[in-house]
Each structure stands twice: as structure tokens, then as C-alpha cells.
């Protein structure tokens, strides 16, 4: 099989796997035996990527210097989130000072939006461990 | 203005601010690091990136299973 057609499988394969584990997710109710069984299986699909994705050889001559990236605002997005996270946990009630997880239940009312958290999550973790 | 109002407002830009920089790493020319490049940062480290691995699947747990 040429390697564009076996991308292109390899993408379906894993855009039908995503969709399907959304879909049970989306359905299942927090505290369930279904909730914990997509979930556990989520993990060890991204893990089991992780673990066996081999790393691609770098051909050639190595890439003339550049300068650095910048990663500072990425680390100032990541201080405010946790701060404000905390302060809000902290002041309370959650009506009035609400933390992601009160804001994730008020939204995963809506089982689609459940769906496409998860198939969020589900993408995050493959691009992790794609190497 | 409630603090409820202030309170979702802050996390909106809060969102914003995290899509617009994503955005941004994106711009041709951009010297911003983009997050797979910071994941593969990471991944070099070994140890990091089993840390990294297990924070996103507590993620998942906490808000999927709980």
C-alpha cells in the first residue's frame, strides 16, 4: 500500500476511533461503570501509541541555528490559569467564583458538548504521544 | 457588575488569551513556540514527558469518570 493511501486509512481508522469513544462518552453518566470503562480505554489507546510509535530518523545534515523560540507567554497563560483556578476554589461559592470543573458540569449539561470535550481530550493526548 | 460577571469574563479572556496565542504560533514568521514543539521539549526529557502523560490522563479521569 503506498504511504499516502496508508495515511489516509491510519487517519479514518483513528478519526472513527476518537468518534466512537466521543459518542459512548457522551452518553455515559459521571460515577458509572461505562464513564470509568471509555475513559481507562481512551488512556490506554494513547499510551499504547505512545509507548510503541517509533520515532522517525532525521535525514540529512542538521538544520542551520535559529534563533530560540519564545515559550515565556505560554508559561504567563499557564501561572494565570492555575492562579485563577486556585483563587477561585478558594473564594467560593461556586456561582459566583466558578472553577473549570463547575464550569465543565454547567456545559456537559448538553451530551454533545460531553462528545466533543472528550473527543478533545482524546486529540490532545494523541498529539502527545505522536512522535 | 456581580462577581459572577467578573468571574466569567475573566475566564473567557482566560480561553481568548490561550486560543489567540495558539493562533499566533501559527503566523508565518512567528518566533512564538508552538505547543508540539514544547511537547517534543518535553518528550526529550523522558521523565517530563511520562509527568505530562500522566497530568492528561488525571485531566480525562477528573472530568470524564469522576
Known sequence: MHDRARRVVALGAGGALVGGLAAWAALSDPFTAAADAVTALGIAVIWLEAAFRRRPVPAGPAPAAEPPLRWWPWLVLAVALVAWELLSFFLGPRVQHPTLSSLYDSVTTWRAAKGVLFAGWLSLGAALARR | ?66
Open chain 2, 1 to 66: 457588575m456581580s462577581a459572577e460577571a467578573v468571574s466569567d469574563a475573566l475566564w473567557a479572556l482566560l480561553g481568548a488569551a490561550v486560543l489567540g496565542t495558539a493562533l499566533a504560533t501559527h503566523r508565518r514568521g512567528s518566533r512564538l513556540a508552538r505547543l508540539s514543539v514544547l511537547a517534543r521539549r518535553l518528550e526529550a526529557q523522558g521523565a517530563a514527558f511520562v509527568l505530562v502523560l500522566l497530568g492528561w490522563a488525571w485531566l480525562g479521569w477528573h472530568f470524564f469518570a469522576r
